[in-house]
């Protein structure tokens, strides 16, 4: 169990580490300036910020393995839809698995999000990750304790709700890591022209979170805005802050 617990550990940390790391090589150390013009708020974060955010993400990794041990190595395992051989389901579900997976944290993570918005549940739950009022990719998973609680148990929900294959959850889980180090990005990579079309702008953008942690309140969502736009909690300056930060101009001057 200790093996497993450490493999798990590990697994969650290396993702991040890959994930953020090369994010945050390539837009913070190596062409910052390059970039520049994408930055969506005009200062940096400090290094006392980076280092806050990497702590609080290990710890939740602690929480995480927790959650993967306790679903796939433990009894409770006969009670859930894990399923093991892809041959089982075949590979067209295999595949939808994973978007289901997407369609369900979508929803989980608006949500448990607002919820931890509550006046009463917000320094107990979500205070920590708004530390980061300018966030950086560290930020993906840096959350006190409690909140780790409440984001892992997404797992909890897929392996209760639908069949699914360790590979496909694991899939999911990068894929949903890296969207995660996007939000959190402090740039906007997405273009203008797809943020605006008719599919594209039902995509959530780092821009949106960004705006989450710099004014704490509207844009709770995740991989979309479908939510937030059925909701009503758009930030009322989302489209007008689309348009400064993705202009020609410097970001100083954009965002000034
Ligand atoms: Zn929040
Ligand atoms: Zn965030």
Same mark, same amino acid.
């Given at each position: 169990?200790?093996?497993?617990?450490?493999?798990? $550990?590990?697994? *969650?940390?290396?993702?991040?580490?890959?994930?953020?790391?090369? %994010?945050?090589?390539?837009? $913070?150390?190596?062409?910052?300036?390059?970039?520049?013009?994408?930055?969506?708020?005009?200062?940096?974060?400090?290094?006392?910020?980076? #280092?806050?955010?990497?702590?609080?993400?290990?710890?939740?990794?602690?929480?995480? %393995?927790?959650?993967?041990?306790?679903?796939?190595?433990?009894?409770?395992?006969?009670? @859930?839809?894990?399923? +093991?051989?892809?041959?089982?389901?075949? #590979?067209?579900?295999?595949?939808?698995?994973?978007?289901?997976?997407?369609?369900?944290?979508? @929803?989980?993570?608006?949500?448990? !999000?607002?919820?931890?918005?509550?006046?009463?549940?917000?320094?107990?739950?979500?205070?920590? !990750?708004?530390?980061?009022?300018?966030? &950086?990719? #560290?930020?993906?998973?840096?959350?006190?304790?409690?909140? &780790?609680?409440?984001?892992?148990?997404? %797992?909890?929900?897929?392996?209760? *709700?639908?069949?699914?294959? /360790?590979?496909?959850?694991?899939?999911?889980?990068?894929?949903?890591?890296? $969207?995660?180090? =996007?939000? !959190?990005?402090?740039?906007?990579?997405?273009?203008?022209?797809?943020?605006?079309? /008719?599919?594209?702008? =039902?995509?959530?953008? &780092?821009?949106? !979170?960004?705006?989450?942690?710099? =004014?704490?309140?509207?844009?709770?969502?995740?991989? @979309?805005?479908?939510?937030?736009? *059925?909701?009503?909690?758009?930030?009322? +300056?989302?489209?007008?802050?689309?348009?400064?930060?993705? @202009?020609?101009?410097?970001?100083?001057?954009?965002?000034?």
């Amino acid at each position: 169990m200790t093996k497993s617990f450490s493999i798990a $550990y590990l697994i *969650l940390s290396l993702r991040y580490i890959i994930i953020a790391g090369i %994010a945050f090589l390539i837009f $913070y150390i190596i062409k910052p300036k390059r970039f520049s013009r994408l930055h969506i708020q005009q200062a940096f974060p400090k290094n006392k910020d980076y #280092w806050r955010e990497i702590g609080y993400s290990f710890l939740s990794f602690f929480f995480f %393995a927790g959650y993967v041990i306790l679903l796939f190595k433990t009894p409770v395992r006969q009670y @859930t839809r894990i399923y +093991d051989h892809v041959s089982q389901m075949g #590979w067209p579900y295999f595949f939808f698995s994973i978007f289901l997976c997407l369609v369900i944290h979508d @929803t989980y993570f608006y949500w448990t !999000h607002r919820l931890m918005h509550h006046p009463k549940l917000f320094k107990a739950f979500h205070l920590l !990750h708004h530390k980061s009022t300018n966030p &950086s990719p #560290w930020a993906a998973f840096s959350f006190q304790p409690t909140e &780790s609680i409440v984001e892992g148990g997404i %797992a909890v929900a897929i392996v209760f *709700l639908i069949p699914i294959q /360790r590979y496909a959850f694991l899939t999911f889980f990068i894929f949903s890591t890296a $969207y995660n180090v =996007y939000g !959190h990005l402090g740039y906007e990579i997405y273009p203008k022209w797809l943020i605006r079309s /008719r599919i594209g702008k =039902y995509l959530n953008t &780092s821009i949106a !979170h960004n705006m989450h942690h710099k =004014y704490f309140n509207g844009n709770y969502s995740f991989y @979309t805005r479908i939510w937030d736009m *059925l909701m009503g909690t758009m930030h009322p +300056d989302y489209d007008k802050t689309v348009d400064k930060v993705l @202009t020609e101009e410097p970001a100083e001057t954009a965002y000034a």
